[in-house]
C-alpha cells in the first residue's frame, strides 16, 4: 500500500495559485516529504523537500502542520508549463533496513489558458 | 554534472530477444534505483543498489536482471520479455546509501527507456 494519498487530478487556469495536499498519516519520525514533477516521457523531477512547518524555494512552498500527517504543496500563479503530475513522497524501510522510496498515485495538474 | 542518463531512449524487442538497458551517474552516488512505469501509472519501484550491492527486489520476475558493475553504472538485462513488459524504465539515484535513517536525500532520475516488446 502506497504511503500517501493525493488527489487523483485538479484544474486550474494561468496565473492562479495552485495547493495539492498529500496524507502521510503513518510518517516515521525521521521521514521527510518531497514532492517531484513529472512530465510525460520523463523522469520524475525534485520540486521541494520539507521535514516541518514551511519551506520556500524558488518555484514552490511547502506547508507542513505541525503533527506532520499532511502537506500541502504550492504552486505561485501557474502556467500552461506546470501542466504535470506532482508526486508526494515519504520514505518507507523496506525488510532489509533499506529506503524503498514508493510513489504514491500523484496528481494530475492541467493548467488552462 | 547532475545528470543521470540512460541509453538508449526507446527500444522495441521481441520476446525471445536479449537486450540490456544502461543507466550511468558521475556524482558519486551510492544508491541507485531502477522503476517500472506504466503509461499513467506512478513509477514502481523494482530494485534498489547500495555500494554496487542489490539491496531489494521488488519480487521482480527473473527475466528482468539487475546488473551494477561499478559505482558509476547499473544495467538491467532483459530476457524473453511479455508484451506487458512494455512500459518506461527509469533509473535515479542519491547521493546516501539508502540504509535506513532520515529520508532527506533527493532521488536523480534519468529520462527513460521506453520499451515496447512485440
Known amino acids: 500500500l502506497a504511503k500517501t494519498t493525493q488527489p487523483i487530478s485538479m484544474d486550474s487556469y494561468e496565473g492562479q495559485e495552485v495547493n495539492i495536499t498529500c496524507s502521510h498519516n503513518?510518517?516515521?519520525?525521521?521521514?521527510?516529504i518531497t514532492w517531484y514533477q513529472q512530465f510525460p516521457s520523463q523522469g520524475p523531477r525534485f520540486i521541494i523537500q520539507?521535514?516541518?512547518t514551511k519551506v520556500t524555494n524558488e518555484v514552490a512552498s511547502l506547508f507542513i502542520p505541525a503533527d506532520r500527517k499532511s502537506s500541502t504543496l504550492s504552486l505561485p500563479r501557474v502556467s500552461l508549463s506546470d501542466t504535470a503530475v506532482y508526486y508526494c513522497?515519504?520514505?518507507?524501510?523496506?525488510?532489509?533496513?533499506?529506503?524503498?522510496?514508493?510513489f504514491g498515485t500523484g496528481t494530475r495538474l492541467l493548467v488552462s489558458p | 554534472d547532475t545528470e543521470v542518463t540512460q541509453t538508449p531512449k526507446h527500444l522495441v524487442m521481441g520476446m525471445t530477444n536479449k537486450k540490456s538497458l544502461k543507466c550511468e551517474q558521475h556524482?558519486?552516488?551510492?544508491?541507485m534505483y531502477w522503476y517500472k512505469q506504466k503509461a499513467k501509472k506512478p513509477p514502481e519501484l523494482m530494485f534498489v543498489?547500495?555500494?554496487?550491492?542489490?539491496?531489494i527486489n521488488e519480487s521482480v520476475p527473473s527475466r528482468f536482471s539487475p546488473e551494477c558493475p561499478n559505482s558509476s553504472l547499473l544495467n538491467l538485462h532483459l530476457h524473453a520479455l511479455q508484451p506487458e513488459d512494455s512500459a518506461l524504465y527509469l533509473c535515479?539515484?542519491?547521493?546516501?546509501?539508502?540504509?535506513?535513517?532520515?529520508?532527506?536525500?533527493?532521488?536523480?532520475f534519468g529520462s527513460g527507456t521506453q520499451l515496447s516488446v512485440l
Open positions: 556524482m558519486g552516488h551510492r544508491a
Open positions: 520539507g521535514y516541518k
Open positions: 513522497l515519504v520514505g518507507d524501510i523496506g525488510v532489509t533496513g533499506f529506503q524503498k522510496l514508493v
Open positions: 503513518n510518517i516515521a519520525t525521521n521521514d521527510y
Open positions: 535515479a539515484s542519491r547521493k546516501g546509501d539508502g540504509i535506513g535513517g532520515a529520508t532527506n536525500e533527493k532521488l536523480f
Open positions: 543498489y547500495s555500494y554496487e550491492k542489490l539491496s
